[in-house]
């Protein structure tokens, strides 16, 4: 992912809007740990885009 749209990016679910850290293609708020898929390419930031701990990105690929 591109580092500069990763620098503009926050948690939607944090009142705060923390940054995310990307992990392969899944990015990762830095406050209360929400791990958001990253599907081909655009990161899917809806609330309802949260992955459970027992799910994992189907369709999550990382094109930089």
Partial sequence: MDPQLLA???????????????????LVCTQCGARFPIRNG???LR????????ATPD??????
């Fill in 8 to 26: 503009v990016l926050a948690c939607p679910l944090c009142d705060s809007r923390p940054p995310l850290n990307q992990q392969g293609s899944i």
């Fill in 42 to 44: 655009i990161p899917a």
């Fill in 47 to 54: 609330p309802g885009d949260a992955l459970t701990d027992d």
């Fill in 59 to 64: 369709d999550s690929t990382d094109h930089e």
